[in-house]
DNA sequence: CAAGTATTTAGAACTTTTTCTAAATACTTG
DNA sequence: CAAGTATTTAGAAAAAGTTCTAAATACTTG
């Protein structure tokens, strides 16, 4: 089930971080392990959590490897969210 | 900082269902655990964990304690997540 | 194709989380 | 207050998660 695997791969600040970071549009590994006090072995082995989460996806160039934000999967967390508070969310909304 | 400590909280499929639950009302600790294949002790811990994270708080009657949801903690997270998606919430909501 | 740079994989060490059993605390009521 | 029910705490065992080092893969370019 691909909803639990987004809030276990949400739970770690470092990768929280990650997505942070990746707001501002795509960025290589070595380029988001440098943010970090970290190998990038470590690094990686977020990345592959993020990816298997399907929170952010990759993209190849020359020899670089670029993660980019996948947004998609966080509406289903935000309706889940919503759903405890009682109800619809644009319903609750003004 | 209580940032981390939902979405640790959260990141439970245990937790995330005593949350589901609670959407019904206010339910006492053996009643939540009766819907799981757990010990008391277990579920008591899961208990403590949200209850530290702020997504229940409890209050006694007789011999039971009765635990609730509190979704205020939820905005935050909410805010978080949708700032990942590139912006204000509302602004996206139409 | 060789050398260099970027990233990932494997495997081990360490830490944290989850679960249980047994015992303790808390409260209620006869 | 004694006995009973509800829940929590303590401590140990097991499982899962995080990090590192070393080595492997992948791609680029002279």
Same mark, same amino acid.
């Given at each position: =089930?691909?909803?639990?695997? #987004?809030?276990?791969?949400?739970?770690? $600040?470092?990768?929280?971080? &990650? +997505?942070?970071?990746?707001?501002?549009? $795509?960025?290589?590994? @070595?380029?988001? @392990? %440098?943010? /970090?006090? =970290? #190998?990038?072995? #470590? &690094?990686? *082995?977020?990345?592959?959590? +993020?990816?298997?989460?399907?929170?952010? /996806?990759?993209?190849?160039?020359?020899?670089?490897? *670029? *993660?980019?934000?996948?947004? #998609?999967?966080?509406?289903?967390? =935000?309706?889940?969210? %919503?759903?405890?508070? @009682? @109800?619809? /969310?644009?319903?609750?909304?003004?």
């Amino acid at each position: =089930m691909a909803f639990a695997e #987004t809030f276990k791969a949400l739970s770690d $600040p470092v990768r929280r971080q &990650i +997505l942070d970071l990746l707001k501002e549009g $795509p960025m290589s590994a @070595g380029d988001i @392990g %440098s943010h /970090f006090d =970290m #190998t990038g072995a #470590t &690094i990686s *082995y977020h990345l592959k959590i +993020l990816k298997k989460a399907d929170l952010v /996806f990759e993209s190849r160039d020359k020899n670089f490897i *670029y *993660y980019q934000l996948n947004t #998609t999967v966080l509406e289903e967390i =935000m309706l889940w969210i %919503s759903s405890l508070k @009682g @109800g619809d /969310f644009d319903a609750e909304s003004k």
